[in-house]
């Protein structure tokens, strides 16, 4: 370990930077498998040193993911939401990058792991993140897919999402089937959502839509900076999806600040020119992307990670908008 740390330093200085924390065993953080290293040039910028210390299976290719992403994404509009990346490389056989230090507070409330916190989100002007989901749903996937080979390592056909979706919960639709959602739909929105579950795929969707998602949107991801610009953070799980996931997931957890939820959701679609078809994938993110989220919100309660409070406003949260979304859906397509 101690030659990584002399390695590092080297890396550092002949790139102008001075590390602002002792280079030892400290630096290590989320279980050991990272190295984190905060360090400033000559004009007191900050960059932040990143290095995988150990390989754990899987974890090299969604760390090349970030690189590779931040590398392709800084040329486009949406560099302007995300850290800039200053240089990458292999140390030891392990994936180094140095990037830009995003300071500021997060989106997260508390340790929970909703809602965004209204006094930091009002911050934010709606139009900020309204244009990086919609710059970041025009990403060419081609392009990206070029850069980023191992993405390809997810769904990259539209129609596998329903098959996979149902294959990963099978105990919702058993749950629906025999009427036991009831303290999170009502019978006749479990009755909609049954059949919305059972049509073919192109009965629903078309492939408008299929774009790239950060697919980690936790309130700890997203940082805001001191003139109220958001900044996307943790791109390690870059994927191919429905444009409107991230989008849906951003909306969802503004609900505490209803005003500005509406707002953000009417400058999105100022953006959109197709707004029916949007509004169709985006509704159909809420409800395929999260009508398993009750199971989950009862696991992490019965765990005692979610407070019983916090369970009765997840229940409760996920009622209204799954509920308002299903019925949206049975109308458009009815």
């Known amino acids: 370990m101690e030659k990584i740390f ?7 200085t002949a790139r102008g930077l001075k590390a602002k ?45 970030e690189v590779q992403f931040l590398s392709f994404a ?23 990058y140095l990037r830009e230090f995003i300071s500021g507070q997060t989106l997260a409330a508390s340790e929970d792991i909703f809602p965004y916190d209204p006094k930091i989100l009002s911050k934010i002007k709606p139009i900020l993140p309204a244009s990086f989901f919609y710059e970041l749903a025009n990403l060419s996937v081609g392009d990206a897919i070029k850069f980023i080979p191992q993405i390809k390592r997810h769904d990259l056909d539209w129609k ?23 303290d999170y739909l009502t ?10 579950l059972m049509r073919p795929p192109e009965k629903v969707l078309t492939s408008y839509g299929w774009a790239l998602n950060h697919a980690n949107l936790s309130p700890m991801n997203i940082v805001v900076g001191i003139e109220g ?5 943790d791109w390690e799980n870059i994927c191919v999806g429905f444009g409107t996931s991230g989008f849906a997931e951003f909306w969802y ?39 398993g989220l009750r199971n989950y919100f ?37």
């Open 229 to 233: 610009r958001p900044a996307f953070i």
């Open 160 to 182: 596998t999402y329903y098959s996979r979706f149902l294959k990963a919960h099978p105990e919702i639709t058993k749950e629906l089937e025999d009427g036991k959602a009831d």
């Open 21 to 65: 924390i002792l280079l030892n065993k400290k630096a290590l953080v989320d279980d050991r498998r990272f190295l984190v290293i905060p360090c400033q040039d000559g004009s007191g910028r900050d960059w932040l040193f990143k290095i995988q210390v150990l390989k754990l299976e899987g974890l090299g290719k969604s760390f090349r993911n």
């Open 6 to 12: 002399t390695k590092i330093e080297k890396v550092l």
């Open 74 to 96: 800084q040329k486009t509009k949406i560099g302007a939401f995300i850290p800039k990346l200053l240089d990458s490389g292999e140390l030891e056989g392990n994936v180094w």
């Open 298 to 334: 009862r696991q992490i309660w019965l765990e005692g990670k979610l407070t019983k409070s916090g369970y009765r406003l997840a229940v409760s949260m996920w009622s209204k908008i799954i509920g308002e979304a299903i019925e949206w859906l049975y109308k458009e397509l009815d």
């Open 187 to 196: 019978p006749l929105q479990q009755k909609k959502l049954l059949k919305l």
């Open 253 to 291: 957890r503004s609900f505490l600040l209803p005003d500005w939820q509406n707002k953000f959701l009417e400058e999105r679609l100022k953006l959109e020119r197709r707004k029916e078809e949007f509004l169709k994938i985006f509704y159909f993110s809420l409800v395929f992307g999260n009508v």
